[in-house]
């Protein structure tokens, strides 16, 4: 967390980038799971969810996630992704050094528990905005504190689905 980094994450913000995507693209958005604390980490989310109807989750490398945003839901969007990963060896390659070999590892990275995450901070965070102090406030503490969040205490189930009370803290996702 820099000074200002926050409005990375405004609903102004979000809207400016759904404006100048092109048909049927989308929006990639990092966001980190250590340094924020959950209010932080939900208000993102909700304002997120607010201007894209769509929004997944990959997890990246230890403790990053990848927020994947679409204005609507396709189906087709793997068959695409597919054609994509093939017409692209340079992507590949540079996967291919984060381990990634085939599309199917990227697919393996896929927060499945996310989307109903996501509609729930919709429904019970707050929007960030540019005028709003909160994440700029809380980021610095939860910098300070080393705060961790951890992906079964944030969204209740583990990457099988099934609860993890109990489990072992892990910054370590996949």
Same mark, same amino acid.
């Given at each position: 967390w820099v000074g200002g980094s926050d409005l990375l994450f405004t609903?102004?913000?979000f809207r400016a980038l759904e404006a100048r995507l092109a048909p049927g693209g989308i929006l990639? !958005?990092?966001m980190? @799971? %250590?340094e924020v604390d959950a209010p932080s980490f939900c !208000?993102?989310?909700a304002t997120l969810r607010t201007v894209f109807p769509s929004v997944e989750a990959y997890r990246g490398t230890q403790g990053d996630w990848l927020l994947v945003a679409r204005r609507e839901e396709t189906l087709a969007y793997e068959d695409r992704s597919r054609a994509r990963w093939d017409a692209h060896p340079d992507v590949q390659g540079s996967l291919a050094e984060l381990d990634i070999k085939? @599309?199917?590892d990227v697919w393996k990275?896929?927060?499945r528990s996310f989307p109903p %995450? #996501?509609?729930r901070a919709l429904l019970s965070c707050p929007v960030h905005t540019a005028l709003d102090a909160r994440i700029a406030y809380r980021a610095s503490r939860a910098l300070f504190d080393g705060t961790m969040l951890y992906e079964h205490e944030l969204l209740g189930v583990g990457a099988n689905g099934r609860t993890e009370q109990g #489990? #072992?803290?892990s910054s370590e996702f996949r």
């Amino acid at each position: 967390w820099v000074g200002g980094s926050d409005l990375l994450f405004t609903v102004e913000f979000f809207r400016a980038l759904e404006a100048r995507l092109a048909p049927g693209g989308i929006l990639m !958005q990092w966001m980190h @799971l %250590y340094e924020v604390d959950a209010p932080s980490f939900c !208000q993102v989310i909700a304002t997120l969810r607010t201007v894209f109807p769509s929004v997944e989750a990959y997890r990246g490398t230890q403790g990053d996630w990848l927020l994947v945003a679409r204005r609507e839901e396709t189906l087709a969007y793997e068959d695409r992704s597919r054609a994509r990963w093939d017409a692209h060896p340079d992507v590949q390659g540079s996967l291919a050094e984060l381990d990634i070999k085939s @599309l199917d590892d990227v697919w393996k990275r896929r927060v499945r528990s996310f989307p109903p %995450y #996501a509609e729930r901070a919709l429904l019970s965070c707050p929007v960030h905005t540019a005028l709003d102090a909160r994440i700029a406030y809380r980021a610095s503490r939860a910098l300070f504190d080393g705060t961790m969040l951890y992906e079964h205490e944030l969204l209740g189930v583990g990457a099988n689905g099934r609860t993890e009370q109990g #489990a #072992a803290k892990s910054s370590e996702f996949r």
